[in-house]
């Protein structure tokens, strides 16, 4: 990604610290009076709807948004911004009905792997565990690796120097605090981000009055907006199937699920997270459609940004860093709790029942951090990395739900189906150029398939890494 060097190098780093430094402070006072186990990991099972919603929100909502919707839009028109809007949205309209009944039949559980644990009884939940530790590492090192760019691009900083900054104040009070401390700290990054989305968007419709409507993108790139356009309808499915499915084996919406103080409060939060969620992505997709009508050449990783900054404003250059950041770390402590929380509950049922669990929770929570700060210095496609760890999730989803419901079903199958449909979907997915797969280009020529497969490699890939489980299952429940 280029630079446009907006903001000094001295002033971004200044930004970041200062705000990162402000959560860690604010964090660690808010929580040394709730340092308990039970604080750490379920926040005492006593949070009211207005901190769950705004918990869940600012967890669901990280530096991503900035990049991801407005990027699919761009070549997916419509059909993605609607997609991504609702498979972001989804799981808490799904969790309001799977969250109950979860905490009905198993109500002393603190996670998914758990709950898993105890209806499959054997190995399963050990696939799952490790399955859900990759997911959440590379949703990590995208949410580190998308303010990292953004960072860069509006500075030239080096993507190493973000990266840590983020990752260590993060990791700091994450680990001191818990979920206690990210809820707590998710309130304020709420009010931060939510006040800064507004006036970034209101700036926006001052800038570009007569532009920010379908009307212009009708009248530019009308294809986007056709009910006949292919992609309208691929894009948006693979996005819902991607990001729904996804969310569903995120740890730190199932520690939510179990840390509200009731089912009202629960069923309430989830349905205001769902009715926030939608219009927040679906409008900062639409920022990807007005873009590329503007500028048929727009860099799609860069398209928000390329409406909102094509004043070179000082002002708005520096409330992007900090809504930046406010996002990222928002997201970023709720994936570090997750993962730790997962280990402490679940680690000592898979390595050694007489480990101390907590202290390795950490010692291991650390490693991963290192390792995406790692990776993150790199500066990696966001979107494909995205994409990449939804796969994994997608080829889960529907067999491990919907053995919940069918007690017939054997946890081999399950595995077998999810390894199956894993395969089948990673021989259709994407190279990084989207021009080929393992399938399509390297094993077997592209012309060896017709044309509606090789240009929708992404939808295939998650088409059949999404129902090949279930029709696996079929199979072998006849066998």
């Given at each position: 990604m280029e630079t446009i060097n907006l903001i000094s190098q001295t002033y971004a780093i200044v930004i970041i610290f200062l705000i990162s430094l402000f959560f860690v402070i604010l964090g660690i006072f808010y929580s040394k009076n709730f340092l308990d186990l039970n604080n750490y990991l379920l926040a005492n099972r006593s949070v009211k709807t207005i901190s769950l919603t705004m918990s869940l929100v600012a967890s669901a909502l990280g530096t991503w948004i900035l990049f991801g919707p407005a990027a699919a839009a761009t070549w997916g028109g419509i059909g993605a911004v609607i997609g991504y809007a609702l498979g972001t949205a989804f799981p808490f309209f799904?969790?309001?009905?799977?969250?109950?009944?979860?905490?009905?039949?198993?109500?002393?559980?603190?996670?998914?792997?758990?709950?898993?644990?105890l209806h499959y009884k054997k190995n399963l939940y050990k696939f799952i565990f490790i399955l859900s530790i990759f997911y959440m590492t590379i949703f990590l090192i995208a949410e580190v690796t998308a303010v990292s760019l953004l960072v860069k691009y509006l500075s030239g900083n080096d993507l190493w120097i973000t990266a840590l900054i983020v990752i260590m104040c993060s990791m700091t009070y994450t680990l001191y605090g818990g979920l206690r401390i990210s809820i707590f700290t998710d309130k304020i990054q709420f009010i931060?981000?939510?006040?800064?989305?507004?006036?970034?968007?209101?700036?926006?419709?001052?800038?570009i009055p007569d532009q920010f409507n379908l009307n212009f993108v009708k009248q530019n790139k009308a294809e986007l907006l056709n009910l006949k356009y292919l992609n309208n309808y691929t894009a948006g499915l693979t996005f819902f199937i991607a990001v729904a499915a996804t969310n569903l084996f995120h740890q730190g919406n199932w520690q939510r699920v179990y840390a509200a103080h009731n089912e009202r409060i629960l069923k309430n939060s989830l349905l205001?997270?769902?009715?926030?969620?939608?219009?927040?992505?679906?409008?900062?997709?639409?920022?990807?459609?007005?873009?590329?009508?503007?500028?048929?050449?727009?860099?799609?990783?860069?398209?928000?940004?390329?409406?909102?900054?094509?004043?070179k404003n000082l002002f708005i250059s520096g409330l992007l860093i900090?809504?930046?950041?406010?996002?990222?770390i928002s997201s970023i402590d709720t994936v570090i709790n997750a993962i730790s929380s997962l280990i402490i509950v679940d680690g000592k049922k898979i390595i050694n029942s007489k480990l101390n669990t907590i202290k390795y929770s950490k010692v291991v929570t650390i490693l991963l951090c290192l390792i995406t700060f790692i990776v993150s210095s790199k500066g990696l496609s966001i979107l494909y990395l995205f994409l990449l760890a939804d796969l994994f999730c997608c080829s889960a989803v529907l067999s491990i739900f919907y053995g919940f419901y069918?007690?017939?079903?054997?946890?081999?199958?399950?595995?077998?189906?999810?390894?199956?449909?894993?395969?089948g979907g990673l021989l259709f997915f994407p190279s990084p150029d989207f021009s080929q797969s393992l399938l399509i280009g390297f094993i077997l020529p592209t012309e060896y398939f017709p044309k509606f497969i090789s240009e929708s490699l992404l939808f295939c890939s998650f088409l059949v890494g999404t129902f090949l489980p279930i029709f696996t299952l079929k199979i072998t429940k006849i066998f």
């Amino acid at each position: 990604m280029e630079t446009i060097n907006l903001i000094s190098q001295t002033y971004a780093i200044v930004i970041i610290f200062l705000i990162s430094l402000f959560f860690v402070i604010l964090g660690i006072f808010y929580s040394k009076n709730f340092l308990d186990l039970n604080n750490y990991l379920l926040a005492n099972r006593s949070v009211k709807t207005i901190s769950l919603t705004m918990s869940l929100v600012a967890s669901a909502l990280g530096t991503w948004i900035l990049f991801g919707p407005a990027a699919a839009a761009t070549w997916g028109g419509i059909g993605a911004v609607i997609g991504y809007a609702l498979g972001t949205a989804f799981p808490f309209f799904f969790l309001i009905y799977l969250g109950k009944t979860f905490r009905d039949n198993y109500p002393e559980a603190k996670t998914l792997i758990e709950v898993i644990r105890l209806h499959y009884k054997k190995n399963l939940y050990k696939f799952i565990f490790i399955l859900s530790i990759f997911y959440m590492t590379i949703f990590l090192i995208a949410e580190v690796t998308a303010v990292s760019l953004l960072v860069k691009y509006l500075s030239g900083n080096d993507l190493w120097i973000t990266a840590l900054i983020v990752i260590m104040c993060s990791m700091t009070y994450t680990l001191y605090g818990g979920l206690r401390i990210s809820i707590f700290t998710d309130k304020i990054q709420f009010i931060f981000f939510t006040f800064l989305l507004f006036t970034v968007l209101i700036y926006i419709l001052s800038i570009i009055p007569d532009q920010f409507n379908l009307n212009f993108v009708k009248q530019n790139k009308a294809e986007l907006l056709n009910l006949k356009y292919l992609n309208n309808y691929t894009a948006g499915l693979t996005f819902f199937i991607a990001v729904a499915a996804t969310n569903l084996f995120h740890q730190g919406n199932w520690q939510r699920v179990y840390a509200a103080h009731n089912e009202r409060i629960l069923k309430n939060s989830l349905l205001f997270s769902f009715l926030i969620v939608i219009p927040v992505v679906f409008i900062m997709g639409f920022t990807g459609l007005v873009a590329i009508s503007k500028n048929a050449n727009v860099n799609p990783d860069i398209a928000f940004f390329y409406l909102i900054l094509e004043e070179k404003n000082l002002f708005i250059s520096g409330l992007l860093i900090l809504l930046a950041i406010s996002l990222a770390i928002s997201s970023i402590d709720t994936v570090i709790n997750a993962i730790s929380s997962l280990i402490i509950v679940d680690g000592k049922k898979i390595i050694n029942s007489k480990l101390n669990t907590i202290k390795y929770s950490k010692v291991v929570t650390i490693l991963l951090c290192l390792i995406t700060f790692i990776v993150s210095s790199k500066g990696l496609s966001i979107l494909y990395l995205f994409l990449l760890a939804d796969l994994f999730c997608c080829s889960a989803v529907l067999s491990i739900f919907y053995g919940f419901y069918r007690n017939t079903i054997k946890e081999k199958q399950i595995i077998f189906s999810i390894i199956f449909g894993l395969f089948g979907g990673l021989l259709f997915f994407p190279s990084p150029d989207f021009s080929q797969s393992l399938l399509i280009g390297f094993i077997l020529p592209t012309e060896y398939f017709p044309k509606f497969i090789s240009e929708s490699l992404l939808f295939c890939s998650f088409l059949v890494g999404t129902f090949l489980p279930i029709f696996t299952l079929k199979i072998t429940k006849i066998f």
